[in-house]
């Protein structure tokens, strides 16, 4: 059992930078592997990026490589989403994912446990 809870999210300009958060808590978080996913209106939902238990394997979609960057803090039961040079293409809900895996999943259906979302929107 782990619960998730997003934040960081907000309004702001192309080129900008933001970092989400997503709280976890329970006791399997260092056994989970832990993903990223946006959604925009009216599309389906997307991987971004996913980070496996020990923080050391890391994976991107091909849209964010380069830009995005995910981290997590076991001590603190803390999953990272660094995001520079923002695009309005990057506009989406962003969510936080636990997979009770040891792989790298970029489907959605792969993972347990999932947050609320935090809304991004980036600007022209």
Do not use: H
């Amino acid at each position: 059992q782990v619960q998730l809870v997003e934040s960081g999210g907000g309004l702001v300009r192309a080129g900008d930078s933001l970092r989400l958060y997503c709280a976890a808590s329970g006791r399997s978080f260092s056994n989970c592997v832990m993903g990223w996913f946006r959604q925009a209106p009216g599309k389906e939902r997307e991987f971004v990026a996913g980070i496996g238990r020990s923080g050391v394997g890391t994976a991107y979609a091909d849209s964010v490589k380069g830009r995005f960057t995910i981290s997590r803090d076991n001590a603190k039961n803390t999953v990272y989403l660094q995001m520079n040079s923002l695009k309005p293409e990057d506009t989406a809900v962003y969510y936080c994912a636990a997979d009770w895996s040891v792989v790298i999943a970029r489907s959605a259906r792969e993972y347990d446990w999932w947050g609320q979302g935090t809304q991004v929107t980036v600007s022209s």
